[in-house]
């Protein structure tokens, strides 16, 4: 495990391979002697990869607007985008140190940068998931704000009928929280083949960049919930900062 380094104000960081004191010093704009003191009791010769320093004074310059997320074990650039609620793209563009972004270490610290609130109304499209392969199957989500509450419509377009997936006799439109999820069951609308499926769920919580939307086959007598057919972010809805 990486050691516990105390840093305020400053930004912990991974060193990589082949990296010394002088090249990470040159990486972030301070000078050998700033980390040796920032970082007391290392071996400036015999750095190891994954050991954590303590980069000093750079923190509010490194990330300005957004904060500072410390990665754990386990964790990747995909995962942190997806709880933080912002685009790997734009995870990856604000932390220029990382060489690798497929190679991070537990205890260094990225900048996640800041997103804007969710502009209403705005849509949502739908994409199948690992669930629904080759169906065929779309949807869209739209969110509104209607005074103090929040109108999430769900449609799901050509799906077939829930019992294709198991034992389902309906569809579910989901709001999913970090904490929690909210869902109201769907309605088939007429139609002579395929008929799009259509509910409306309020709720008095906004929904924001880290939430996503979904559609689920359900059983209306048991209360199971299927696996998710279709899915979105509600980042989609939101322009980063």
Known sequence: MPMSVSCMGGLLYAVRSGETL???????????????????????????????????GVAASFCPGGRLHTVTAGETMSSIAAAEGVTLAALIQANPQIPNPNLIFPGEQLCVPAVRPTVFPCCIVLQPTAAAPGLGIGGVVLLEQVGGFFRVTFTGVT?????????????????????MV????????????????????????????ANLV??????????????????ASVLTCCRQA
């Not at 799906?159 to 439109?173: A, K, S």
Request: charged share 10%.
């Open 182 to 209: 909210l869902d109201t069951q769907l309605f088939p609308t007429p139609a002579s083949a395929r008929p799009a499926w259509t509910g409306v769920l309020f709720t008095g919580v906004a929904a924001n960049a």
């Open 22 to 56: 002088f090249t990470i010093a040159g990486k972030f704009g301070v000078t050998v002697q700033q980390l040796l003191a920032a970082n007391p009791g290392i071996n400036p010769q015999n750095l190891q990869i994954g050991q954590i320093l303590c980069i000093p």
């Open 214 to 231: 979904t559609i689920a086959p359900f059983n209306r007598q048991t209360g199971q919930v299927g696996p998710d057919i279709l899915s």
């Open 159 to 179: 799906l077939p009928d829930p019992p294709f997936f198991g034992n389902f006799d309906g569809y579910l439109g989901r709001l999913v929280f970090r904490e």
